[in-house]
């Protein structure tokens, strides 16, 4: 019903403030080209180049997307991924439905990463998709 595109992520940084206390730890900033255009939570961001931030080391549940060029961003909740998914680089995961893909996962160097929420764009997508099948049987329906 759905396909997984993956993009690597081109750069990982770590960011600190140099005024920070030793035993802060600093946010992680991916730097990403995206080819296409993408959906996260309502939103739909265009293909270009992004910056994908933790607000913090400790607790990465809530992350920001954001373009380069700052006209387009937004905050959302993630989830742990299940275990297992350890990589030895960054990327970002995306489910295409039909000709609409969204943001799924994101995953940074030798961590299980972070699933994102789907939102009810996602979810009409997808039931789209399988009504679009239901109805054309013996077709071949585009995913």
Do not use: C, W
Not at 61 to 74: A, K, P
Not at 105 to 124: K, M, N, V, W
Request: no cysteine.
């Amino acid at each position: 019903m759905r396909r997984t595109l993956s993009v690597a992520v081109l750069g990982l940084g770590i960011a600190g403030v140099a005024s920070s206390p030793a035993f802060a730890l600093g946010p992680e900033i991916l730097t990403a080209h995206v080819p296409f255009a993408f959906g996260v939570g309502s939103r739909t961001f265009p293909a270009g180049n992004y910056e994908i931030t933790t607000l913090s080391e400790l607790d990465r549940q809530v992350v920001e997307i954001q373009s380069r060029d700052g006209r387009y961003s937004t905050f959302v909740m993630t989830d742990e991924a299940a275990p297992g998914g350890r990589g030895t680089h960054a990327e970002l995961i995306f489910d295409r439905y039909g000709t609409h893909e969204f943001l799924h996962a994101i995953h940074l160097p030798y961590d299980d990463g972070a699933t994102l929420r789907i939102s009810r764009s996602e979810f009409q997508a997808a039931r789209d998709l399988a009504e679009k099948a239901a109805l054309h049987p013996g077709s071949k329906v585009e995913r």
